[in-house]
């Protein structure tokens, strides 16, 4: 008789492509646990024995996916700045007027700030990482406030913002926006979406060079 070749379900190992993804979701189990406990209890506080408690594993397995606790912590900001980079970018190249794009960052932003990843950009103190991570971090903070500088001054330009002093405006609609992070209840009364479209509307309304389609529809019918 012929001997056959093993077959491929037989095989103890899975697919490449099926251990990748099972490490990743792994990955990303660590990194979503983990936010949660330093947010709720505080970067310091939070123990990686906590984490891997509430992942039912063990602190070693820990170490398959990450170096230390201050990676963990890193990664945590940088998965919510690569979320502020990403929609900048659509926002982009979309385009629009300085107002247009000022009011779709607030929107995206602010719904950010609501989610763990997002928080991670203004909860965490920079001074627990390494040098060179602290520097990255610095960077993507000067990012983000370019932004909001640059859409403010483009609709000075454009004529859709009224003149305004735009680092000062930056500082004000930004500073807004990162309480969020520290307040935000996600089992509050309003979901992120909501409190997007709110903010949105106090922080830029006043700024309109002209009255938006809203305002402008609540008037006529007066």
């Not at 970018?89 to 960052?105: H, T, Y």
């Not at 965490?124 to 520097?135: Q, W």
């Amino acid at each position: 008789m012929d001997a056959r070749p093993p077959s491929s379900d037989s095989s103890p190992w899975l697919p490449f492509e099926s251990r990748r993804r099972a490490r990743d979701e792994k990955r990303d189990a660590v990194l979503r646990t983990a936010v949660q406990l330093f947010l709720e209890q505080g970067y310091h506080r939070a123990t990686l024995n906590a984490v891997a408690e509430r992942l039912n594993i063990t602190k070693p397995a820990l170490y398959n996916y990450f170096r230390s606790k201050e990676e963990i912590l890193f990664e945590c900001w940088a998965l919510g700045q690569e979320r502020v980079d990403g929609f900048i970018a659509e926002i982009n190249a979309r385009g629009g007027s300085g107002l247009v794009k000022l009011r779709q960052l607030v929107r995206a932003y602010a719904e950010n700030m609501a989610d763990d990843y997002g928080a991670s950009l203004v909860r965490f103190d920079p001074r627990d990482l390494s040098e060179e991570n602290r520097a990255i971090v610095r960077a993507g903070k000067k990012s983000i406030d370019r932004t909001f500088r640059k859409y403010i001054a483009d609709g000075i330009k454009d004529g859709s913002i009224k003149p305004c002093d735009p680092k000062l405006t930056a500082f004000a609609i930004a500073g807004s926006l990162n309480w969020i992070g520290h307040w935000f209840q996600r089992d509050g009364a309003m979901p992120p979406a909501a409190i997007a479209d709110e903010f949105t509307d106090r922080l830029t309304e006043g700024l309109a060079a002209r009255p938006t389609k809203k305002t402008a529809s609540i008037r006529r019918k007066r």
